[in-house]
């Protein structure tokens, strides 16, 4: 497995926390520093393996923290991914709390233009290549949304292809599902998306 890399805005001896958010599919874990302000480095999906798992095997040195002892931004960002998972979270997670500086700027255009996407709306891949700049580039864009390293807090599950297949997810497919249809996205009996009745994302 591929190894994780510290952001390289956090000191080579700032201590990477952990802390976990339930959801139907198992735990998700959420990597972050508390210094030199509250920052989210990555969102580990259950799948395959637990998300604690995966999270250890990137962060060794890490250190689980839970419960009352979590400063607000990761209580917010905690309640913000058990919301989704209910269907009713409606605003957008705050961009500013996630370390996108590491990612390549391309990396950071798509993420920031599929962070647009609204509760029940759905972008095809090559409708976001072309909002990011790139309109001949949907599958480098899709690239781009599969290594998301904050899926969930940027929600890549509302991207899906040009025929309203919904393609491949860090969580699985039963997870993209599951998390478009609590956002009342509506689907074909063959499992695509309804693109005649689903209301797409415009962006800015």
């Excluded at 190894?3 to 001896?13: M, Q, V």
């Amino acid at each position: 497995m591929k190894s994780c890399r510290i952001s390289p805005t956090a000191s080579e001896t700032t201590q990477i926390l952990l802390t976990t958010a339930p959801c139907p599919f198992g735990d998700s874990v959420l990597a972050w520093v508390e210094e030199p302000r509250t920052t989210i480095l990555k969102v580990f999906l259950p799948g395959e393996r637990e998300a604690k798992q995966l999270a250890w095997a990137c962060y060794p040195d890490s250190l689980l923290v839970e419960g009352n002892s979590l400063p607000l931004p990761l209580m917010q960002a905690r309640a913000f991914i058990i919301a989704l998972f209910e269907g009713t979270q409606t605003e957008p997670f705050p961009l500013s709390m996630l370390d996108l500086e590491r990612l390549s700027p391309f990396q950071q255009t798509v993420l920031r233009t599929e962070a647009q996407v609204r509760r029940g709306e759905i972008c095809t891949y090559q409708q976001l290549a072309q909002a990011a700049g790139h309109p001949k580039g949907s599958r480098i864009a899709g690239q781009a949304l599969a290594r998301n390293p904050f899926p969930l807090l940027i929600p890549c599950h509302r991207a899906i292809g040009s025929d309203g297949s919904l393609t491949g997810y860090q969580g699985g497919l039963a997870m993209k599902r599951y998390l478009l249809e609590r956002e009342q996205v509506p689907f074909l009996d063959d499992g695509r998306v309804d693109l005649a009745r689903v209301k797409r994302a415009v962006f800015t």
